[in-house]
């Protein structure tokens, strides 16, 4: 017997993929939606090529989260011309997260196509609309994208605010893994601006947090690549 769909769905929106991949796939047939949390799931893993089909096959069952995803594992293959295709095509019949969630990926797209001000445009746009929802998890994501694109081109007073929100709420929300990676961002920035001097406590928050439990999930949704 199938569980129910709280069971699957809190695995997956608490971020135990594994646990979420391992519960679906013990069904014998999947529904749209179920084949779409399991794709998700694979594709947060890291697992590319399983996560392909189910988000193929979700996406044409009529799911919208596994259209954008679709969309976002276009990009983590490399497609960008394609990634970028299919989101500007979907993003009309789309609204609420949905609808920020396929505009954030579209400025990542740029960002990874050297389209700089487009990049920052949608991320924008995708980061006042997650503001209005009241996301504060989704912003801080939004954020960790945006303090990537300017500190490439050099801005460091905007990417050290960026970092620094990023982590209020990481912290804030107890999401260590992203925790993790914006600590260590805002401690290179830190090096590579000579402001040795300022990195003590941070250094301290993610030695901290390294030794302690961490969960071993990759989430690749905040990879450029």
């Known amino acids: 017997m199938k569980p129910v769909v709280a069971d699957y769905e809190q695995l997956f929106y608490t971020g135990k993929y594994d646990e979420a991949v391992s519960t679906i796939s013990a069904m014998s047939t999947l529904s749209a939606r179920e084949a779409a949390v399991l794709g998700i ?10 996560a392909e089909s189910q988000l193929d096959a979700a ?3 009529g799911d919208q989260e596994a ?4 969309g976002n594992w276009l990009r983590a293959v ?11 095509q979907i993003l009309p019949g789309l609204n609420g997260e949905l609808e920020y969630r396929a505009t954030r990926w579209i400025g990542v797209i740029y ?9 920052i445009r949608h991320l924008e746009t995708s980061r006042r609309g997650y503001n209005l929802l009241k996301d504060r998890l989704n912003e801080a994501k939004v954020c960790q994208n945006l303090s990537a694109i300017y500190n490439d081109i050099g801005d460091v007073k905007k990417t050290s605010i960026l970092l620094e929100s990023a982590i209020s709420i990481f912290r804030s929300l107890s999401y260590k893994n992203l925790l993790i990676q914006s600590l260590y961002n805002l401690i290179l920035l830190k090096i590579t601006t000579s402001k040795i001097s300022d990195i003590g406590d941070v250094t301290k928050e993610l030695e901290d947090l390294i030794t302690g439990e961490v969960s071993h999930t990759l989430d690749v949704e905040n990879c450029f690549a």
């Open 78 to 88: 490399g497609r960008l011309e394609d990634a970028a295709s299919h989101l500007t």
């Open 67 to 70: 259209s954008v995803e679709y």
């Open 59 to 61: 996406m044409h069952l």
């Open 41 to 50: 799931s694979l594709l947060r893993l890291g697992d590319l090529t399983e």
């Open 111 to 119: 960002f990874q196509s050297g389209k700089i001000k487009e990049a």
